[in-house]
């Protein structure tokens, strides 16, 4: 009797546990579905606002979304990651172009010599001088695995996905996503409307500023640059009343993107790095060579 019993016994905690079991199993299915059900309404709130779709405009509010929903991160950290992602994917081709442009650099004074001397056999009328001097200069490209086009090739990257971003953000706090509303952080809770004390722009404005003198993505001064870097900073300044009218949700992956480039840079510009990356050392900075 006792052994039957305790056998009852046994066999009740095993039912109790199958029953624990089912239910366990039927939360999981009901988180499941309400997981599914959120993103569902996700979806369809995007779609209802005229946003979404499958244009890259609309790709990147999926994303955002995906990011606020499924990892229940407020809308200013699924900003802040998205920018960092993609800065993240544009990594290797930094990597590539910060190559070629010390390349570039320390062939710098072979270069002119060859460019001046293009200049007189023109002046001279001396067409063979002339080709002559350009295939020395191909050559000397080609021998140093340069490209003097590739430098544009990051800005051409940049450009579609900032306006990209750009306009994703600004239609959904046009829309408004009520969300994004009170989504905000510190002193700009509202990332549909433009931050009422003027500090994001002024941070993204001073941030820029810092990343032209430290020299750009390249993270290399030349004589080119110096003319460029110019006229990057009376653009910064003088469009800073413009940008001040965005709204601050935009601000939050341009200061992201904007503070991501300053580590890149001052990342470059460290010897272990470059030479971990095989970026070449510049001229200035290889040490000088034992007698």
Request: aromatic share 8%.
């Amino acid at each position: 009797d006792a052994i039957s019993q305790q056998t009852s016994v046994a066999d009740a905690i095993s039912q109790q546990t199958s029953v624990a079991d089912a239910i366990s199993q039927q939360t999981s299915v009901a988180d499941a579905i309400s997981q599914q059900t959120n993103v569902a309404d996700a979806v369809s709130g995007l779609a209802s606002a005229g946003l979404g779709g499958y244009t890259p405009v609309g790709i990147i509010q999926h994303a955002l979304e995906f990011l606020h929903v499924q990892a229940n991160m407020p809308w200013w950290v699924a900003i802040a990651v998205m920018a960092a992602l993609l800065r993240v994917a544009l990594l290797p081709l930094a990597v590539s172009m910060q190559q070629n442009t010390s390349r570039m650099f320390n062939i710098q004074p072979e270069v002119s010599r060859i460019l001046l001397n293009m200049q007189q056999c023109s002046k001279l009328g001396d067409q063979v001088g002339q080709a002559q001097e350009g295939l020395k200069l191909a050559e000397l490209y080609r021998e140093h695995r340069v490209n003097p086009f590739k430098m544009f090739f990051m800005p051409l990257v940049q450009m579609p996905i900032f306006l990209t971003f750009f306009m994703a953000i600004r239609r959904m706090a046009a829309a408004p996503v009520e969300s994004m509303k009170t989504d905000g952080l510190w002193w700009f809770p509202d990332l549909t409307i433009p931050d009422p004390t003027f500090s994001l722009p002024l941070l993204t404005c001073v941030n820029f500023l810092i990343n032209i003198e430290l020299g750009g993505e390249t993270a290399a001064s030349n004589p080119t640059y110096e003319t460029t870097k110019k006229i990057l900073r009376i653009g910064t300044i003088a469009i800073l009343p413009i940008t001040a009218a965005l709204p601050s949700g935009l601000f939050m992956y341009m200061v992201t993107t904007s503070i991501l480039t300053t580590v890149q840079i001052l990342l470059f510009k460290q010897p272990s790095v470059r030479t971990l990356l095989r970026i070449p050392l510049l001229r200035r900075e290889q040490p000088a060579a034992k007698l």
